[in-house]
């Protein structure tokens, strides 16, 4: 089976989706978007399998920070 987007594409299977995951079972991203940090997050998501979105990531510059579970 199929980890990733990246391996989907390797084998030429183009109309792949990840399993769909809880967004409780990954941490959503305060970086903003552009930046590096968040490029960074979403790449470390496609590797591990992950949706590349989380439902409280910051999708806008001027968005509040991300509130983190305490």
């Keep these: 089976m199929l980890k990733s987007v990246l391996e989907a ?11 769909s995951v809880a967004c409780d079972r990954f941490d959503a991203c305060d970086a903003m978007p552009g930046t590096a940090e968040k490029v960074e997050t979403m790449a470390e998501r496609v590797r591990s399998g992950l949706p590349l979105w989380h439902l409280a990531d910051r999708c806008e510059l001027d968005a509040p920070p991300v509130r983190k579970p305490r």
């Design 9 to 19: 594409v390797k084998e030429g299977q183009w109309d792949y989706e990840p399993p």
